[in-house]
């Protein structure tokens, strides 16, 4: 079975586990933990990023990588368009979330998280132990804020992050309000891509995602609530409802091991 190291929070582990779903095939998910997994993942995959993906004997690194890979390997339900110009144009759409969408996204999910005690706990490793867990909840938000203003993040930048992240919603809202699909007239790795992008700044409502309920449907205030994005979040739930598989197993069996590759 297709193995794939990840962090569950992660958006481009998101954007496999999207893919696999869409195509269908089975996978095992293992949960590397942050620093001391990752030395591993340097060792098999000669980088420490993840997502990393292990079929048989391959092991593929990077999700535009294992995107590309999935497509070849198994190509029924392909992801990407046979028109070349289509096919570039889907691969400049998934290049722009990877770098450009995730980048806008960053500060204003960073400000999120260290202002909500449910989220900082959610995005540590499940096998964090309880007690560090609820002295993280316990400290006040403001001990975040001192730590986001040592490192230079200040109101008026998270203002200006916001508004640039609003300004990018409002155009794809736009053009999914004329057309159902990014590229051509199908699903392909651009919507994708650009729906598991998004799972920061308002995660599924459904049960795809291994983390606390509360933190379902829920995302940075002031644009996860916001209805001039309604459109883009039912388009990006459709896709969801669709082709991603939910959880079968709760968030409780389904703790990180350590991983083992041989
Ligand atoms: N270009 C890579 C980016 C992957 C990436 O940034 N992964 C993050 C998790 S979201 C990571 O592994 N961070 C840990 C680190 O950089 O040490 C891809 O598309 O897979």
Known sequence: MLELYQFEFSPYCEKVRLIL?????????IEVTPGVGQVE???ISGQKQLPVLKDGSTIVADSTEIALYLDRKYPEKPILP????ARSQCLIW?????????KKSRLPILDYIKSDAGMRSALLPSQTPDVVKTLLNSLPSEVFEFLGSGIGISKEVISKANKNLRDTLDNLNTILVYKPYLVGDSLSLA?????????GIKSPPGDYLDIPAQLKNRGIPGIADDPTYENFFRWRDQIYLNYRKPLTTSRASTSPSSIEIE
């Open 21 to 29: 779903d869409y195509k269908g095939l089975d996978y095992q998910k």
């Open 41 to 43: 993942i340097y060792r």
């Open 82 to 85: 046979s028109d070349p110009v």
């Open 94 to 102: 998934e290049e722009w979330a990877d770098s450009t969408l995730a």
């Open 191 to 199: 919507d994708l891509t650009v729906a598991a992008l998004t799972i």
